[in-house]
């Protein structure tokens, strides 16, 4: 099956740095990736659209400056918590579509545990 | 998408059929019903997914009902490893998909 590999599993960061997380479809090319981030027995709450070649969709009150997405090949999106405070601590994770097109399913990273201290 | 409406919880034993409903009584003709489990600390892991017939894979059978306003995803024999949050998502492929509250299912030994 198709298989999106997500890197690093877990950080942990002081605040005030910056933190990339990188998220590639390993067997499989995707014009389109999700960022979401989820807090403890919370569910999954979407961040951004991103699209090969163009700027990221950002849902509403997510800041784009704060999280920096890059789509620049078919296979790879990265993630930049640039500034990172302890409230960002969140898991973080990724997911792709298949460039088939039509109805495809999304497949998903195994995520990032990020800890701001 | 469509929105959804699942219990928050459930309980089932271990060998048995585990049921776990989805109202998504707005869902449009398009929109499929999309099934995906997330196990803790990990990503949503893909189940199955319809349209309009029942379907059934290595994992799970999804049962649509006739109007499309509800369905059931059943784990045939439960196991341990089967404890989970699982989300019901009515959308077409090509938006985004975004995740309600899920079904939080436990298998007792």
């Known amino acids: 099956g198709a298989v999106v590999s997500q890197h690093p599993s877990w950080v942990i960061c002081k605040s005030g740095t910056s933190v990339k997380i990188e998220c590639r479809s390993l067997?499989?090319?995707?014009?389109?990736m999700f960022w979401y981030r989820q807090f403890p027995k919370q569910s999954l709450m979407l961040m951004a659209t991103?699209?090969?070649?163009?700027?990221?969709?950002?849902e509403q009150g997510v800041e784009k400056d704060k999280f920096l997405i890059n789509h620049a090949s078919l296979t790879l999106s990265t993630l930049t918590v640039t500034s990172a405070h302890p409230e960002d601590s969140s898991f973080y994770i990724c997911?792709?579509?298949?460039?088939?097109?039509?109805?495809?399913?999304?497949?998903f990273g195994s995520g990032t545990q990020l800890s701001v201290l | 998408d469509a929105k959804t409406t699942q219990p928050p919880s459930m309980d089932c034993a271990e060998g048995r059929a585990a049921n776990l409903p989805c109202n998504h009584s707005t869902i449009s003709g398009n929109e499929y019903v999309y099934w995906y489990r997330q196990i803790h600390s990990q990503g949503p892991q893909y189940i199955i997914h319809g349209l309009k017939n029942n379907e059934t894979n290595e994992m799970a059978s999804l049962i649509i009902t006739e109007d499309r306003k509800s369905s059931t995803l059943i784990l045939p024999h439960a196991t341990l490893r089967d404890t989970a949050v699982y989300y019901c998502i009515a959308y077409f492929g090509n938006e985004k998909l975004t995740f309600g509250t899920g079904t939080r299912l436990t298998i007792i030994p």
């Open positions: 997911s792709a579509r298949p460039l088939r097109g039509g109805n495809e399913k999304l497949f």
């Open positions: 067997d499989f090319q995707a014009t389109t």
């Open positions: 991103s699209n090969e070649g163009s700027k990221a969709t950002y």
